[in-house]
């Protein structure tokens, strides 16, 4: 998956996003050896011109904290988990060409970008960070880096596990409770499918995103066969890498 947006105000200045396959490989330090993941994030970054001293990577807790960054968080995470943004799953910032990643499996990456290019931010969305307010907090971190309005806001929800794959129990059904049925799908008799990508864009409107900013991926990372996935692999399960990057002397 691959994202280019120009600034409506600078054409020196744009978004890139992307997120990586299973044929990019391993992705992260958790599932693998430090330098064969080195290796595979530096190849995938180099698709865009991209250069992995520049990236920062959440350290992931299936959480709801957001983190604002400047440069001297830049390279956090980049070679090794142990100094990634600890306790972290959602990074804003405005500077522009740091790079900010999450790894997933099945969860939710969500890209989130202002129409001038000023703002950016992604966060790691699993069902307990959807639940528990991930997206609000994303949405409310990027509002106050900058105070504008929130119809300028764009986002982007990325390949993840679909409706089609993702069964749930009647507890992990009740965090949920409140959302329209239509994202609840009773299938294959008493199994329940849940939509965690209509849930994250419902939340998002919550929050005031109009619903025409608002892109859901369609594809499926657990039967799709080209992302990485958990729910299909099981424990030898690795992981993709998903950026956004605001680049300064932007080339459209």
């Given at each position: 998956?691959?994202l280019?947006?120009?600034?409506?105000?600078?054409?020196d200045?744009?978004?890139?996003?992307?997120?990586?396959t299973?044929?990019?490989?391993?992705?992260?330090?958790?599932?693998?050896?430090?330098?064969?993941?080195i290796?595979?994030?530096?190849?995938?970054?180099?698709?865009?011109?991209?250069?992995?001293?520049?990236?920062?990577a959440?350290?992931?807790?299936?959480?709801?904290?957001?983190?604002l960054?400047?440069?001297?968080?830049?390279?956090?995470?980049?070679?090794?988990?142990?100094n990634?943004?600890?306790?972290?799953?959602?990074?804003?910032?405005a500077?522009?060409?740091?790079?900010l990643?999450?790894?997933?499996?099945?969860c939710?990456?969500?890209?989130?970008?202002?129409?001038?290019c000023?703002?950016?931010?992604?966060?790691?969305?699993?069902?307990?960070?959807?639940?528990?307010?991930?997206?609000?907090?994303?949405?409310?971190?990027?509002?106050a880096?900058?105070?504008?309005?929130?119809?300028?806001?764009?986002?982007?929800?990325?390949v993840?596990?679909?409706?089609?794959?993702?069964?749930?129990?009647?507890?992990?059904?009740?965090?949920?409770?409140?959302?329209?049925?239509?994202e609840?799908?009773?299938?294959?008799?008493?199994?329940?499918?849940?939509?965690?990508?209509r849930?994250a864009?419902?939340?998002?409107?919550?929050?005031?995103?109009?619903?025409?900013?608002?892109?859901?991926?369609?594809?499926?990372?657990?039967?799709?066969?080209?992302?990485?996935?958990?729910?299909?692999?099981g424990?030898?399960?690795i992981?993709d890498?998903?950026?956004?990057?605001?680049?300064?002397?932007?080339?459209?």
């Amino acid at each position: 998956m691959y994202l280019k947006v120009q600034s409506k105000k600078s054409i020196d200045l744009g978004v890139v996003l992307a997120q990586s396959t299973l044929s990019d490989g391993n992705m992260s330090f958790a599932r693998g050896a430090a330098n064969e993941v080195i290796a595979n994030r530096r190849r995938f970054l180099s698709k865009f011109g991209l250069e992995l001293d520049d990236l920062t990577a959440a350290g992931l807790a299936h959480g709801t904290e957001c983190r604002l960054l400047d440069n001297r968080r830049r390279s956090a995470g980049a070679f090794t988990l142990q100094n990634a943004i600890p306790n972290t799953d959602g990074l804003i910032t405005a500077e522009s060409d740091l790079i900010l990643a999450v790894t997933t499996a099945d969860c939710l990456p969500i890209f989130l970008y202002d129409d001038d290019c000023s703002i950016i931010g992604i966060a790691h969305a699993g069902w307990q960070g959807l639940a528990n307010g991930i997206v609000k907090n994303l949405i409310k971190s990027a509002a106050a880096l900058k105070k504008q309005p929130l119809k300028r806001f764009y986002v982007k929800i990325g390949v993840s596990v679909g409706k089609c794959c993702y069964i749930v129990d009647a507890e992990r059904l009740k965090r949920f409770a409140g959302l329209p049925l239509c994202e609840i799908h009773h299938r294959d008799g008493a199994k329940v499918h849940l939509d965690l990508k209509r849930i994250a864009a419902i939340q998002l409107e919550r929050q005031g995103i109009p619903a025409e900013n608002i892109e859901i991926e369609s594809k499926c990372s657990a039967c799709g066969g080209n992302y990485p996935s958990f729910r299909r692999d099981g424990d030898s399960f690795i992981t993709d890498i998903a950026f956004i990057v605001k680049r300064s002397k932007y080339q459209s």
